[in-house]
């Protein structure tokens, strides 16, 4: 049963990881073929160790970017429901 006005934390961890590994995959792909967005993604990797702009850099930065989103909103709903005083 989901309590009106809370957020499931699993769910939205879930969804936030598979669309950052998504883009990071992705933007990671048109960076490699024509160089969009290549000073940011090289700022990106001086914080996913491992992270480069080349084809196995892509799969490190999706795993690590769906990693970092999943943590990160898990704890942001998790916050969210604790300070929820509707619920």
């Known amino acids: 049963m989901v309590d009106e006005g809370r957020i499931e934390p699993g769910s939205l961890a879930l969804a936030g990881g598979l669309l950052t590994a998504a883009g990071m995959f992705i933007v990671t792909w048109m960076s490699i073929a024509t160089g969009y967005m290549r ?3 090289e700022l ?3 914080a996913y160790i491992g992270y480069t702009i080349t084809p196995v850099g892509s799969i490190i930065g999706a795993v690590l970017g ?8 898990y704890l942001l709903a998790w916050i969210y429901n604790r300070l929820n005083l509707t619920g």
């Open 44 to 46: 990106i990797g001086t």
């Open 66 to 73: 769906f990693i970092d989103a999943y943590a990160g909103l």
């Open 39 to 41: 000073e940011i993604l």
